[in-house]
Every structure is written in structure tokens, then in C-alpha cells.
């Protein structure tokens, strides 16, 4: 009798200690489970960066948000226009000057000119000038080379003003816009005759968007902008280089 008594609790206790297992596990199975539906859940609910800055851009207010958005496209179109340009402009000025002085002195100036007009680039255009006035004197093909690197020069330049008018004109717009808001705001304070923060709240949201937006659309351009004025800098000076080597190879070629 005793020792079917000690079998029964102990199956009594293996019952029981498999039952609280069992229940221990499908508590921490549900809490598990329950975590990441609330992560899955919290992963649905987080927009991406496009639809929170899209959602944004709707909250500002088609007044100045689509002028500001006007601004970028215009400066973004201009700065993608330039930067073809000035890459297409960049020319192997060591190379295109040993090939001006090596056909010098095998074919003459037409041969130097053919290699001119079959080369890209303001440098090229320039030697061209010079080349062209060669028989002028060394002085005449030096003023020539100084007049058209200015036009070229000119050239290079163009339309970048416009960039740096977006530049500051993207924050002003969105300056103004805030300032827009904020009267309105005190407007709807003055109306309701008490000082509410969700009077006001959606009013200072909007106005405070619009500044954002434009301080966006300046820092963007500014870098395209930076970069263009270096390219321009970079070509100018490698024109001035071979403007000088060109002088002095004709120079050199007179004697």
C-alpha cells in the first residue's frame, strides 16, 4: 500500500510539474507570438521616408510648397545641364598641346588647325582663334587667344547665375510661408479669443513646413552648385595653361 502511494504522487508531481511546463511554455509561445504581431504591426504602420516626406509636402500647402518644389526642378535641371556641358567640355590639354606643336612642325598651321577643329572643348576652339591669326604676327594670335577665352569663359558661366537665384530664393520662399502661417494663426487666436494650443498647433505645423522644405531645396542645389563653380575654375585654369603654352610654342615656331 505504501509503495503504491509513493507511485501515485510522484506521478501526482510529474503531472503536475509537465502541466505547469506546458503552461509556461504556451505563456511565453503567446507573449512571443504577441510581440511580433506588434512588431509586424509597428512595421506596417511606419511609412517610408517617400510617403512620410510626400505626406509633408501635401500638409504645407499647395501655395508655397509648389512654388518651392518649382525652384528645385528649375535649379536641378539647370545643374544637370551644366554638369553635361562642362563634362563634355573637359579636354587632355598635355595632349592636345603635343599634338598642336608635333603638327606645326610636320604639316604646318593647317595641319594644327585640322587637329583643332576635330577636337572638342573651349581649349581647342581657343588654339583655333590663335592658330587662325598666326599669320598676323604672335601678338595678333595672343589677343586672339585672350578675346575668345573670354567668350568661352562666358560660356562655361551660363545660365549659373540662375542656380544661385533658386539658392536663395527656395528658404526665402519658405521663410515667408512660415510667416504667412504664424499671422494666421494669431489671426485664429484673435478670432477665438483664447490662447488654445490645438487652435493654433496645425497653423504653426504648416507655416514651420514650408521653411523646411525651402532650407531643402537650398542645401540640394548648393551642392550642385559648389561643384559647377569648381569644373568651371578647373577648365578655366587649364585654358589659361595652355593659352600660355600655345604662345609660346608659336613663338617658338616663328624663330
Do not use: H
Request: glycine residues 8%.
Amino acid at each position: 500500500m505504501k509503495k503504491i502511494f509513493i507511485a501515485f504522487t510522484t506521478a501526482t508531481i510529474l503531472m503536475l510539474s509537465y502541466n505547469v511546463t506546458a503552461n509556461t511554455n504556451s505563456i511565453e509561445n503567446s507573449e512571443n507570438i504577441t510581440a511580433i504581431q506588434d512588431i509586424d504591426e509597428a512595421e506596417v504602420a511606419a511609412p517610408s521616408f517617400t510617403q512620410e516626406l510626400k505626406t509633408r509636402f501635401i500638409e504645407g500647402g499647395p501655395g508655397f510648397m509648389g512654388i518651392v518644389l518649382i525652384c528645385l526642378i528649375l535649379g536641378l535641371a539647370i545643374a544637370i545641364e551644366r554638369i553635361i556641358y562642362l563634362n563634355l567640355a573637359t579636354t587632355n590639354t598635355d595632349k592636345l598641346t603635343s599634338g598642336v606643336e608635333e603638327a606645326l612642325s610636320s604639316g604646318g598651321v593647317e595641319a594644327a588647325k585640322e587637329l583643332c577643329r576635330n577636337t572638342k572643348g573651349p581649349v581647342a576652339s581657343i588654339f583655333y582663334q590663335g592658330l587662325d591669326r598666326i599669320d598676323e604676327g604672335v601678338e595678333s594670335a595672343e589677343k586672339a587667344v585672350v578675346a575668345y577665352g573670354g567668350v568661352q569663359m562666358g560660356q562655361l558661366e551660363k545660365n549659373v547665375s540662375w542656380i544661385s537665384l533658386f539658392i536663395a530664393l527656395a528658404p526665402m520662399l519658405g521663410f515667408m510661408g512660415t510667416v504667412i502661417g504664424m499671422i494666421q494663426a494669431f489671426d485664429k487666436i484673435e478670432a477665438a479669443g483664447d490662447m488654445q494650443p490645438s487652435l493654433v498647433a496645425g497653423g504653426i505645423k504648416v507655416a514651420l513646413l514650408t521653411t523646411v522644405f525651402g532650407l531643402i531645396v537650398a542645401i540640394i542645389l548648393q551642392v550642385f552648385y559648389n561643384y559647377i563653380v569648381a569644373k568651371i575654375d578647373s577648365i578655366v585654369n587649364d585654358m589659361e595653361d595652355a593659352s600660355i603654352s600655345l604662345i609660346d610654342i608659336l613663338v617658338a615656331n616663328k624663330k
